[in-house]
């Protein structure tokens, strides 16, 4: 049976296809400030997973040649997502917790700006 479609989104049936999918968003946003860098996906135990960018932390080069840092990682879980009329069941990440810090020095000391929940 093809995979279900809701406007223009592939409904998640494994853990598997809910990393992707997740790991595709992330990865088009990472792609505007950086073309190299990546998301990658390590068990943190207990259910919980960590993505976090590879490297991770990120040379960003300003027009004035000026370097500045960017780390980023995000705590999560899978789960089921109940769905509606117009979304059926399906897998989904569930964010726990996320942190993202730009700083003007790679030891993340000179911070600029953090954001994180």
């Known amino acids: ?8 989104r592939i409904n998640a049936k494994t853990d598997s296809e809910a990393k992707k999918r997740f790991l595709s968003i992330l990865q088009k946003s990472l792609s ?12 943190s135990g207990q259910g919980s997973w ?6 991770i932390l990120i040379p960003l080069k300003s ?9 980023g990682t ?16 399906e897998r989904k990440v569930y964010t726990e917790e996320y942190a993202y ?15 994180h929940w």
């Open 74 to 89: 995000i705590r999560f879980r899978y789960g089921d997502h109940q769905g509606t009329i117009n979304r059926p069941k």
């Open 101 to 115: 810090t730009l700083s003007e020095d790679d030891d993340l000391k000179s911070e600029l700006y953090s954001w």
């Open 50 to 55: 960590t993505a976090t960018t590879n490297p």
């Open 63 to 71: 027009n004035s040649g000026k370097v500045i840092y960017l780390q």
């Open 32 to 43: 505007a400030v950086h073309r190299n860098a990546q998301w990658v996906v390590l068990s």
């Open 1 to 8: 049976m093809p995979t279900q479609r809701t406007a223009n």
